[in-house]
């Protein structure tokens, strides 16, 4: 009964937090006995965290950034960081995704941002429309790596490891994934022979970097601040809130009060939609751990004497088949109780894997057929998804083979956190 009714729900098209909260239910009334009330008590208190309290700051971050002349300054800015290569533009997206990600942590976000401003110039300058589109959907991903991940906050809640310390780990294999896909950008431009853009214009650079001074401080800030202990993760976020509204009205005076707070409504909207979900998963969760199900399924596991790397290849498959069908925040909240534990036997640190689930569930973001990424690609540009998703398979290819790194080589996420 557990599993039948939210996958049967979700199976007749309901909101996805109405699957988690119906599968709770149904539990709470014909599996366990505990007084009913403990589910208004457990969404309440999934909700009321302090760590969680830096999503609504990143999401608000993103959206300012988005929303005013701040994402366009990034981009030029990383298209003039790139200038005079085959395929510069290519680059730049990427570039410019790995600088937004670090500002907003939201995939759609990104997307939608850089995409916007992207997807004609890369059409103008000779890259294919499949190309372009895949590029653009791709790149969105690697946002779930770079910190301020939203899905690394909502995992350090869920295995209550440091959220500071996931932020740093998440650093180098975000640099991986982006570093994988910027060398297959620049290849298959050498191979379609791109026409190069730009030249290389070391005044041009002076200038584009200076003008982005105020945008590129803020990952700065953010993960400077959390690596030497100035502020929290949370704390972290209000400063970039306040940087990104400093540098937006009152510094490159691009955005009106008007603007700033449309953008505080579609923040807190945006905020309340993620956290009725975190609060009904939270809640699924919960039942399932009082039922023990974690521990039968780590016994179950350990009974077949698999080698670790086994057990994490198969922790990774089920990953992506459930990447590919739920939503990333559902599955963080959901699976991470339920594999920590097996984990654990693995003798797999909890950083890691949650770098690896991020890295898994950052896939599915653009992976069929539920894909969130893809859905934004299509609507922003108007594209049918059958367009979309070639350009997608060699990104595909890529994510899989960093993953791969990043699940079999620990010193990638672990290094920089030894002392932190």
Same mark, same amino acid.
Request: charged share 10%; proline share 6%.
């Given at each position: 009964?557990?599993?039948?009714?939210?996958?049967?729900?979700?199976?007749?098209? /309901?909101?996805?937090?109405?699957?988690?909260?119906?599968?709770?239910?149904?539990?709470?009334?014909?599996?366990?006995?505990?007084?009913?009330?403990?589910?208004?008590?457990?969404?309440?208190?999934? /909700?009321?965290?302090?760590?969680?309290?830096?999503?609504?700051?990143?999401?608000?971050?993103?959206?300012?950034? &988005?929303?005013?002349?701040?994402?366009?300054?990034?981009?030029?800015?990383?298209? !003039?960081?790139? &200038? &005079? $290569?085959r395929g510069s533009l290519a680059l730049a997206t990427v570039g410019a995704s790995v600088v937004f990600g670090a500002i907003s942590g939201a995939t759609v976000a990104t997307v939608a941002t850089v995409g916007r401003v992207m997807y004609p110039a890369l059409r103008k300058n000779g890259y294919d429309e499949q190309f372009s589109l895949g590029l653009i959907t791709a790149t969105g991903s690697i946002d779930a790596l770079i910190p301020p991940s939203i899905l690394m906050v909502l995992y350090g809640v869920a295995a209550e490891q440091s959220v500071a310390r996931l932020f740093i780990a998440g650093i180098l294999p975000g640099l991986l994934l982006a570093g994988v896909q910027a060398a297959y950008v620049v290849w298959h431009a050498r191979r379609h022979r791109v026409p190069v853009t730009g030249r290389v214009d070391v005044r041009h650079m002076a200038r584009t970097t200076l003008d982005?001074?105020?945008?590129?401080?803020?990952?700065?800030?953010?993960?400077?601040?959390?690596?030497?202990?100035?502020?929290?993760?949370?704390?972290? !976020?209000? $400063?970039? $809130?306040?940087?990104?509204?400093?540098? /937006?009205?009152?510094?490159?005076?691009?955005?009106r009060w008007a603007t700033l707070w449309r953008i505080g409504v579609g923040s807190g909207k945006l905020t309340s939609q993620l956290l009725i979900v975190v609060g009904c998963a939270q809640l699924y969760a919960w039942l399932l751990t009082t039922l023990s199900v974690p521990q039968r399924?780590?016994?179950?596991?350990?009974?077949?004497?698999l080698p670790p790397w086994g057990i994490m290849m198969a922790l990774n498959v089920i990953l992506l088949v459930v990447g590919m069908l739920v939503d990333p925040?559902?599955?963080?909240?959901?699976?991470?109780?339920?594999?920590?534990?097996?984990?654990?036997? /693995?003798? $797999?640190?909890?950083?890691?894997?949650?770098?690896?689930?991020?890295? @898994?569930l950052g896939l599915g973001t653009y992976t069929p057929p539920f894909a969130t990424n893809i859905f934004t690609t299509q609507?922003?540009? @108007?594209?049918?998804?059958?367009?979309?998703?070639?350009?997608?398979?060699?990104?595909? &290819?890529?994510h899989l083979i960093a993953l791969a790194l990043i699940t079999y080589i620990p010193w990638l996420s672990l290094v920089l956190v030894r002392g932190f």
């Open positions: 009964m557990l599993w039948a009714v939210p996958v049967a729900l979700l199976c007749l098209g /309901a909101p996805l937090y109405l699957c988690f909260l119906a599968g709770a239910v149904a539990g709470l009334i014909f599996v366990v006995d505990v007084p009913h009330t403990i589910a208004p008590q457990a969404i309440f208190g999934a /909700a009321d965290s302090f760590t969680l309290l830096a999503i609504p700051f990143f999401l608000f971050a993103g959206e300012l950034m &988005g929303r005013s002349g701040i994402a366009d300054r990034l981009i030029k800015w990383s298209e !003039a960081l790139f &200038g &005079g $290569v982005a001074s105020w945008a590129l401080a803020v990952p700065v800030i953010i993960l400077g601040g959390i690596y030497l202990g100035v502020f929290t993760p949370t704390e972290a !976020a209000g $400063v970039a $809130v306040v940087v990104g509204i400093v540098s /937006a009205m009152f510094i490159y005076r691009d955005m399924l780590t016994e179950a596991v350990v009974a077949l004497q925040a559902s599955a963080t909240l959901v699976l991470t109780p339920l594999f920590a534990p097996l984990v654990k036997t /693995a003798g $797999v640190d909890l950083l890691h894997f949650g770098i690896i689930l991020t890295t @898994n609507s922003l540009f @108007n594209v049918p998804v059958s367009k979309i998703v070639p350009g997608l398979l060699p990104f595909i &290819g890529l």
